[in-house]
Nanobody, 119 residues
């Protein structure tokens, strides 16, 4: 059974930091690209950061220089270190795993974790 379980969200003051974790199980983690998405109230879900199975990364412009994505293939976990948090970072953050296999994209989502940065 595939599971992605996020943790580490919470309420943090302006300019503070949080570290999100995503624990994966039920699939071969190291083969998958991993991402963090977020969805604020009334807005569409957007890509925050992505780390490929080869460890290449990319970030949304809004978080470059403040957020760092990483993964630990020994622990089947990915992380999102978030620094200098702003009110506009307030959202539910989701972990996603995806892989192109036999011409099809397999993907899995976590249930999300809330991050709130009051203004």
């Amino acid at each position: 059974q595939v599971q992605l379980v996020e943790s580490g969200g919470g309420l943090v003051q302006l300019g503070g930091s949080l570290r999100l974790s995503c624990a994966a199980s039920g699939f071969t983690f190291s083969f998958y690209d991993m991402s963090w998405y977020r969805q604020a109230p009334g807005k569409e879900r957007e890509l925050v950061a992505r780390i490929r199975s080869t460890s290449g990364t990319n970030y949304a412009d809004s978080v470059k220089g403040r957020f760092t994505i990483s993964r630990d293939n020994r622990k089947d976990k990915e992380y999102l270190q978030m620094n200098s948090l702003k009110p506009e970072d307030t959202a539910v953050y989701y972990c996603k795993a995806d892989r192109l296999q036999w011409g099809e994209v397999r993907y899995y989502w976590g249930q999300g974790t809330q991050v709130t940065v009051p203004s």
